[in-house]
């Protein structure tokens, strides 16, 4: 029950990034075709970019991101545990993970 309450509210936090990202400072530059596996004409791509711009999602490596992965308790922590970060002010491109 806490692992799906979990990542439920992380799931909940990204999907409603679009809304309020204008308050945090974007990072980094996502470049179009950045991740292989999404499609600019998803529903889900401009999501994907601001969390990647936001630095709180990086992908899985080789130019991936897997939007129909499995997101664990691990990353659900790490994401909400970045916006908290960023929400405070706080530096995270420095920090590993």
Known sequence: MKKTLII???LALLLSLNAFA?????T??????QF???NENAWYAE??????ELGLMNG???????PEGNVTVAEA??????ACAINAGEDISE???
Do not use: H, P
């Open 47 to 52: 999501t994907v970019k601001n969390t990647f």
């Open 8 to 10: 439920g509210g992380a």
């Open 77 to 82: 922590i790490t994401m909400a545990s970045r």
């Open 28 to 33: 980094l530059y996502y470049a179009e075709g």
């Open 95 to 97: 920090k590993d993970g």
């Open 60 to 66: 899985t490596g080789n130019g991936l991101f897997e």
């Open 36 to 38: 292989s596996d999404v």
């Open 22 to 26: 204008s308050g945090f400072e974007k």
